[in-house]
Nanobody, 129 residues
Framework: QAQLAEFGGGSVRPGGSLSLSCAAS????????LGWFRQAPGKEREGVAL????????FYADSVKGRFTISQDNDKNTVHLQMNSLTTEDTALYYC??????????????????????WGQGTQVTVSS
């Protein structure tokens, strides 16, 4: 079972920025897909941004490309998500989770929600004017 702890989130006006962090145990962090999913009220959980910690390759949902940046800190076994130009559509409960990459290219598949583990309580991101 993946061991993860989520930090960050909060409330911001449209156009603002927030950041999230996800700290993992060493075993959970090594050569895994780590990152963020979100669930808005009445909607299904969806992948937002993942990073393969083995080589640092990021994977983003189309809805956040160009606005969100995921990064990793190997010294702290931590993944960060910088969220800029936030809109009301980004309002959701954000969860960090870990999973395995797919294929010889080590791709992290955002749609593989059910294949990820370590779901915590989530951290709320609210974008409102």
């Amino acid at each position: 079972q993946a061991q993860l702890a989520e930090f960050g989130g909060g409330s911001v006006r449209p156009g603002g920025s927030l950041s999230l962090s996800c700290a993992a145990s060493r075993d959970t962090y090594m050569s895994k897909c780590l990152g963020w999913f979100r669930q808005a009220p009445g909607k299904e959980r969806e992948g937002v941004a993942l990073i393969y910690t083995g080589n640092g390759n990021p994977f983003y949902a189309d809805s956040v490309k160009g606005r969100f940046t995921i990064s990793q800190d190997n010294d702290k076994n931590t993944v960060h998500l910088q969220m800029n130009s936030l809109t009301t559509e980004d309002t959701a409960l954000y969860y960090c989770a870990a999973g395995r990459p797919r294929g010889s290219w080590y791709r992290c598949i955002l749609e593989d929600v059910d294949k990820y583990s370590g779901w915590g309580q989530g951290t709320q991101v609210t974008v409102s004017s």
